[in-house]
């Protein structure tokens, strides 16, 4: 018997989630239809090669497939269970997000395909978070989402049988994965039936709307998907002609010549209805809640340390001005103007990026390329006079993670007012959630810094089996 493969499970397991979504969320397939618009006019404006690299990957249709998603849970085991499914589709979690820094009482990691093959197929990541108890300072609501996360089965029987039977076997026949997706789906849909009543869940929205949309429900419902966008001033402008309330401000780095990590924005999470349980009698109670939205990204080249370190400083400076402007909280247009300002310091070209060793880049050996570095005492000459012969092409590798304080406006754009949150110790516990993953996160810095070495040894035995 054969197996599938993972990359194919982790497409379909894409598609039916796109396709739920759009049905849950209408405004989420409105969202998709403005980003293939502003799509389309990129493409159309843009010239030459990277024009054709775009209609080719929007005819291969990878251009439309949505990027990321997101989930949030409450017990470990589930986040344990996360992990044992996603690696049937490949997708291993990268980076430890620490949001307790930001105000909010849980720690993520990303589910994303670790190999340049893998991604190429399908890029789709998500993004899971887990609560951390130990921060909900009020006692009393600490008791409730104890007592009622204990025993929340969110996975489907057959779910845990075919992970189990996955990973005795070392796969999945086609019958089974497409089995596997569709009751892991269920997973992650929308039940409008709270497992609490509606006291219960005002009490746990009064703490922590967070806590409160991971507790009270049944299952951890998809939370948003995120298409790619060539443009995102563009769809970021044009949000409200399509009557889609926009997120306040694009968040990362400004738009720039060499775009670097990764900008987003998204619309206000939809008010839903929900039915709460009345203890009293059989009947529901209709509420409602807000946590599902859209979101859209664009990536730009993954940064090396050092880079990510003047990333950091750059934001911080531009932060601290930010801060000090008083009126209304500050639009986008300022926003981007103040970060293009200090971001004038962060060197916008590839040379420069990469000759100052701010970015990471695959090395390619050229068509042209008839000889190779020389050795001087066994170590190569220059690669640098190899790349301005054009000997060797240098492309940059793309950002595949996230950013802790981007995807922190993000949950509070989404979450309502959280203004007097109360969020006990803050600081990592990276250990802790190992033991609830029940395995290490994976550096996404060693995965970049491994690909752009493996380019170089490549390219460079390239040349030497073929040229001398
Ligand atoms: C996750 C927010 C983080 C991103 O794109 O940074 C995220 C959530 O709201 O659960 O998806
Ligand atoms: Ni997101």
Redesign the pocket.
């Known amino acids: 018997m054969s197996y599938v493969s993972p990359d194919w499970i982790r497409s379909q397991f894409c598609a039916a989630l796109s396709a739920m979504y759009r049905a849950e969320v209408p405004l989420y397939g409105d969202l998709v239809q403005l980003v293939d618009e502003v799509n389309a006019e990129a493409i159309a404006r843009a010239d030459g090669f990277a024009g054709e690299e775009l209609k080719r990957e929007m005819e291969e249709s990878r251009l439309k497939v949505e990027r990321?998603g997101?989930i949030?849970v409450g017990n470990p085991s589930e986040l344990h269970t996360l992990r044992r499914l996603f690696a049937l589709m490949a997708m291993y979690p990268v980076n430890y997000y620490d949001l307790s820094t930001s105000g909010l009482p849980v720690h993520a990691t990303a589910f994303r395909p670790v190999t340049e093959e893998s991604l190429a197929v399908n890029p789709f990541r998500v993004?899971t978070?887990l609560l951390r108890m130990e921060l909900i300072t009020d006692r009393r609501v600490r008791e409730i989402a104890r007592e009622r996360l204990d025993g929340r089965e969110i996975f489907h029987p057959r779910t845990l049988k075919l992970i189990a039977l996955a990973e005795t076997q070392g796969g999945l026949a086609e019958p089974d994965a497409l089995a596997l997706v569709h009751h892991a789906l269920q997973t992650f849909r929308w039940q409008s039936d709270a497992r609490v009543s509606k006291e219960t869940y005002d009490e746990l929205s009064r703490a922590h709307s967070l806590v409160a949309d991971i507790v009270a429900f049944r299952g951890p419902h998809i939370?948003?998907l995120?298409p790619r966008t060539l443009d995102i001033d563009a769809v970021q402008a044009r949000m409200p002609e399509k009557k889609i309330e926009s997120k306040h401000v694009i968040e990362g780095p400004p738009e720039r010549q060499c775009p670097i990590l990764l900008r987003?924005t998204s619309f206000q999470a939809v008010q839903e209805p929900i039915y709460f349980i009345n203890p009293l009698s059989n009947d529901k109670v209709l509420g409602f809640h807000r946590a599902r939205f859209g979101?859209i990204e664009q990536r730009g080249v993954a940064l090396t340390p050092a880079g990510v370190e003047l990333y950091h400083h750059l934001m911080a400076s531009a932060e601290r001005e930010l801060a000090t402007m008083t009126g209304p909280a500050v639009d986008n247009a300022t926003r981007q103007r103040v970060l293009q300002r200090h971001f004038a310091e962060f060197p916008d070209t590839w040379e420069s990026l990469r000759a100052r060793g701010l970015a990471y880049f695959r090395y390619v050996r050229s068509s042209q390329a008839t000889r190779r570095p020389s050795l001087i005492d066994g170590t190569p000459q220059p690669i640098d006079a190899f790349i301005e012969q054009g000997l060797i092409r240098v492309e940059p590798i793309t950002y595949e993670d996230?950013l802790p304080a981007?995807?922190a406006g993000?949950?509070h754009s989404?979450l309502g007012d959280l203004k007097g949150l109360q969020v006990g110790k803050v600081g990592p516990d990276r250990d802790g959630f190992e033991r609830a993953l029940g395995a290490k996160v994976v550096d996404g810095d060693a995965l970049y810094h491994a690909q752009q070495i493996g380019s170089m040894t490549a390219m460079l035995e390239s040349m030497r089996t073929s040229v001398s």
Do not use: G, L
């Open positions: 990321h997101a949030r993004f978070s939370n948003h995120t987003q979101e996230f981007s995807a993000i949950f989404n």
